[in-house]
């Protein structure tokens, strides 16, 4: 529930600030921290969605998004980080500016996880 808060969240900066979130992934698109916190993100995500998923609303559904989630970790690691970098800024520069629309996503997202396991 409180990734979906976090989500929902993120989205709301998205849609205020939505320069200003393009600028900071910009500046972070190269670094490790940002390599490692999105590996790690998907890999505990995973994880817990794997283990709520029985008690979920959706646990089949659950049970696919976790998978999904966890495999996109361990593929990240996989993923040389010059690759990485490059698939960072290839999405900032081509969807950035449609970063206000593009908050729909999370919103919606965490507004589906938290009714998921509520």
């Not at 992934?25 to 921290?33: L, V």
């Not at 980080?81 to 900032?92: D, G, K, N, P, Q």
């Not at 629309?101 to 996880?113: D, E, K, R, W, Y």
Request: aromatic letters at 12%; hydrophobic letters at 55%.
């Amino acid at each position: 529930m409180s990734f979906g808060l976090l989500l929902i969240v993120t989205a709301t900066l998205m849609a205020a600030f939505p320069t200003q979130v393009v600028r900071h992934m910009s500046h972070w698109a190269g670094t490790n921290g940002l390599y490692w916190f999105e590996v790690l993100l998907r890999i505990v995500l995973g994880t817990v969605m794997l283990l709520v998923a029985n008690d979920s609303r959706f646990p089949v559904l659950f049970h696919i998004l976790g998978s999904m989630s966890l495999a996109a970790g361990v593929g990240f690691v996989l993923l040389p980080r010059a690759s990485f970098e490059r698939l960072i800024r290839f999405v900032i520069e081509r969807y950035g500016p449609y970063t206000r629309v593009g908050a729909l996503i999370p919103l919606l997202a965490g507004a589906f996880l938290i009714y998921g396991v509520s």
